[in-house]
């Protein structure tokens, strides 16, 4: 998303586009993937005033914006992402944790068929398959 919508979705919410919110999207983005202690250790390297609680309240804020999105990679901390990049659903590895993002377009005919068999729309975003990996699947 352009640096205008957001800062337009922000205000149309009655959001002020604060300095921590800028650094806070700005991590999401750069990072790729990460949970909210990830955005916190990266935003603490340009700003150490910003804190855990603002982190989270951002990210609440960022995702019901639409700007962000979250899916649990892990059972761990929800990690977060950019909405500025294409759709995508997640594999991950058991073995090494590797996170893949596959394109949503992979999930079509999985979709087509919760629609048509269950009328039922799945929100990709969220999803995470767990697995093995070519390089893992030979190993315990």
Not at 113 to 122: D, I
């Amino acid at each position: 998303m352009p640096e205008a919508d957001w800062r337009r979705a922000l205000r149309e919410k009655g959001y002020r586009l604060t300095p921590q919110r800028e650094l806070i999207l700005a991590a999401v983005d750069e990072l790729g993937h990460a949970t909210p202690d990830e955005v916190l250790a990266h935003v603490q390297r340009q700003a150490s005033s910003v804190n855990a609680s603002t982190v989270y309240r951002t990210l609440e804020v960022l995702e019901e914006l639409g700007l962000v999105r979250h899916a649990h990679l892990s059972d761990r901390a929800p990690t977060y992402h950019s909405t500025a990049g294409h759709e995508h659903f997640h594999l991950v590895c058991r073995g090494c944790h590797r996170v893949i993002s596959a394109d949503a377009e992979e999930a079509a005919p999985f979709v087509e068929s919760l629609t048509t068999r269950h009328a039922f729309s799945p929100d990709l975003g969220h999803l995470t398959v767990f697995g093995r990996c070519h390089d893992c699947e030979g190993t315990s």
